[in-house]
Nanobody, 126 residues
Framework: QVQLVESGGGLVQAGDSLRLSCAAS????????MAWFRQAPGKEREFVAA???????????YYADSVKGRFAISRDNAKNGVYLQMNSLKPEDTAVYYC????????????????WGQGTQVTVSS
């Protein structure tokens, strides 16, 4: 498994931006598909975005419809990092955001991942 540590969450106002970071440990990070999920109070954990391993290229990206056009996922294999740039934030984006890796199942389903970070809180006020 790969170890994951998220950072960058905080309290912002609607319309603001935040950039989340996920630091990964593991020699084969560059081959992992990496994903972000989020979980709001009382709700199930939901898929936000994912990025495939690049093999030297940019990697394929995948987004939930609710964040498409506002969020951007990227990775830096040299730094073992994956990032989530969140723009035009809305109150409904408020959640704990989790970094995930070790995909063994469906890309957009949380049960498909074996490795998780501890999460970082994002709160968007109206």
């Amino acid at each position: 498994q790969v170890q994951l540590v998220e950072s960058g969450g905080g309290l912002v106002q609607a319309g603001d931006s935040l950039r989340l970071s996920c630091a990964a440990s593991g020699r084969t990070f560059s081959t992992y598909l990496m994903a972000w999920f989020r979980q709001a109070p009382g709700k199930e954990r939901e898929f936000v975005a994912a990025i495939s391993w690049s093999g030297g290229g940019a990697g394929n990206t995948y987004y939930a419809d609710s964040v498409k056009g506002r969020f951007a996922i990227s990775r830096d294999n040299a730094k073992n990092g994956v990032y989530l740039q969140m723009n035009s934030l809305k109150p409904e984006d408020t959640a704990v955001y989790y970094c995930a890796a070790d995909l063994t199942g469906a890309l957009r389903v949380s049960l498909g991942y074996k490795s998780w970070g501890q999460g970082t809180q994002v709160t968007v006020s109206s």
